[in-house]
């Protein structure tokens, strides 16, 4: 049985250039009173996930670079929410 080619829209590759967009969202739910901890979680690639995209890259080569990009993605958007949150879990001020 022949498998349809994995194909990824430019407009989610293009994505990957604003981390600043997501991190900025997540920041809204935190304003809004979500737990720094639980965005966190939402934020991070679980390590079940990074399992299957392995699992999956090796089985088509091609797949590893965007599973690469998306991974890196995720954690810069957790690194720029950690630094908008701040370790307390209190929002810093911006003068």
């Given amino acids: ?3 349809m080619p994995q194909f990824v829209p ?3 590759v293009n994505d990957f250039d604003f981390p600043q967009r997501e ?6 739910l935190f304003l809004r009173g979500h737990s720094p901890e639980q965005l966190r979680r939402d934020i991070e690639v679980p390590p079940a996930v990074l399992a299957k995209w392995h ?3 090796e089985r088509d080569p091609q797949l590893r ?3 690469s990009r998306m991974a ?3 954690r ?3 690194a720029i929410f950690d630094s908008l949150v701040g370790s307390d879990g209190l929002p810093k001020r911006v003068q």
């Avoid at 991190?23 to 809204?28: K, L, S």
């Fill in 55 to 57: 699992r999956d890259a």
């Fill in 65 to 67: 670079d965007i599973f």
């Fill in 1 to 3: 049985m022949a498998t």
């Fill in 72 to 74: 890196d993605y995720r």
């Fill in 76 to 78: 810069h958007v957790l």
């Fill in 23 to 28: 991190a900025a969202f997540f920041y809204g």
């Fill in 10 to 12: 430019v407009e989610v």
